[in-house]
């Protein structure tokens, strides 16, 4: 879908080849399941740690998602950065909105990022098309612009679709935090993550269960 185009609301039919739509292919790497969405451990992480929220309706994207799955979509969200922030670093939120989109189904990633710093939390500031305050504006934003890239440090930016402003961001916040967090030299294609992803997951899952049982017992 281009820029402006025409787009589509509320869930759409399962998508035979949509990997998202057949619970049986993303099985083995969900970590919690809520009546709307499933928290997954990504296939091809970037950091341990890295995971994803994806609804079970099949959406577009978050833009296409109605309000009222916000709710449940926002403690899963936050039990998500609980989770990072007590293992880990804290969290970053990344979604393409259909932009640039592996999978041409919603889903947020949750990095472990830790903060950005000054320099970083500059350039989205300077390149962001809009400063998001409710989850309407992303919903107003895929109505009548279409494609979008969001990044979620403390204050969550929307991108307008522009592939310079996309690589930008990518050079100068993801590849940084990658690079220290995995002493990478060079970036991983997905290939690569997902044989070294391997160790990665299973560490997750590890401590996913050990966080479980500590909110359990709170």
Wanted: hydrophobic fraction near 40%; glycine fraction near 4%.
């Amino acid at each position: 879908m281009q820029n402006g185009s025409r787009v589509s609301f509320g869930a759409e039919p399962s998508q035979a080849d949509c990997v998202f739509c057949q619970p049986k292919t993303i099985a083995t790497n969900v970590l919690k399941e809520t009546a709307n969405f499933r928290l997954v451990a990504d296939h091809a992480p970037l950091v341990e740690g890295h995971v994803l929220i994806i609804p079970k309706q099949h959406y577009a994207c978050y833009g296409a998602m109605p309000s009222e799955l916000d709710a449940e979509f926002f403690a899963l969200k936050q039990e998500a950065q609980r989770f990072q922030q007590h293992y880990y670093l804290s969290t970053i939120f990344w979604e393409h909105g259909i932009f640039h989109q592996s999978v041409f189904h919603a889903h947020m990633h949750c990095f472990p990022f830790g903060q950005l710093d000054e320099k970083q939390y500059t350039l989205c500031q300077q390149l962001c098309a809009e400063v998001v305050q409710t989850r309407d504006d992303v919903r107003s934003w895929y109505a009548t612009q279409g494609q979008y890239f969001y990044l979620e440090p403390e204050s969550a930016f929307l991108f307008a679709p522009q592939t310079e402003d996309y690589i930008r961001i990518i050079q100068g916040i993801f590849w940084p935090k990658v690079s220290t967090l995995n002493h990478q030299k060079i970036w991983h294609s997905s290939q690569q993550r997902q044989k070294e992803g391997v160790a990665h997951i299973a560490a997750t899952f590890a401590k996913w269960r050990q966080f479980e049982q500590q909110e359990a017992s709170v």
